[in-house]
């Protein structure tokens, strides 16, 4: 691949994630809710809107989302079951109505054993979380005071799609080249 491309990464739950940047720049981030819990016509509705707006007022060529089986493996709610498939689809729907069809669900331990280097690749949930969180600080993506790791996660997610989209770009955010 090697090309620079505008990449929009989201961990979508109803508690969501983003990173948006070019492949060759630095990303900016954020974080939200769609709905409120339980209301699922709302949490979708909002999803629709979020990704809606987003689109229109940003150029994107890849859209890059978080699978959800790192949560249904511990989920035995149907709710919540329906919730993060439910958005997975509302937002890849909304990003084939604006005419982006480069779309990647991608599972988040990938992401974050690129991100944070091999030698933590294993850790999991909260461990991971903080080790993603501590990365994104060293590597001015947030500053210390950010605590949102749907907000880091999905900035790992934007990292990893960067190093598969660009790699030549991307190695600026490796931990081996990086001395981090």
């Not at 090697?2 to 979508?12: E, N, S, T, Y």
């Not at 690129?114 to 030698?119: D, K, P, S």
Request: net charge positive.
């Amino acid at each position: 691949m090697g090309k620079v491309a505008r990449v929009l990464a989201i961990d979508a739950a109803r508690q969501f994630g983003w990173a948006y940047g070019s492949t060759d720049g630095a990303p900016e981030s954020g974080f939200g809710e769609f709905g409120v819990p339980g209301n699922q016509p709302e949490i979708f509705g909002g999803a629709l809107r979020w990704m809606n707006t987003f689109l229109k007022e940003h150029p994107v060529d890849m859209v890059v989302i978080e699978k959800p089986n790192a949560h249904l493996q511990k989920v035995t709610n149907f709710d919540t079951m329906l919730v993060l498939m439910g958005l997975v689809g509302c937002l890849q729907g909304m990003t084939h109505t604006h005419r982006i069809h480069r779309q990647l669900l991608v599972d988040v331990q990938d992401c974050r054993r690129y991100f944070i280097g091999r030698q933590f690749g294993n850790a999991k949930g909260d461990r991971a979380k903080a080790l993603v969180r501590q990365r994104c600080i060293e590597l001015g993506f947030v500053p210390r005071s950010c605590l949102n790791t749907d907000q880091t996660d999905a900035l790992a997610v934007w990292s990893w799609t960067c190093g598969k989209v660009d790699p030549d770009n991307a190695v600026r955010f490796s931990p081996l080249f990086t001395g981090l």
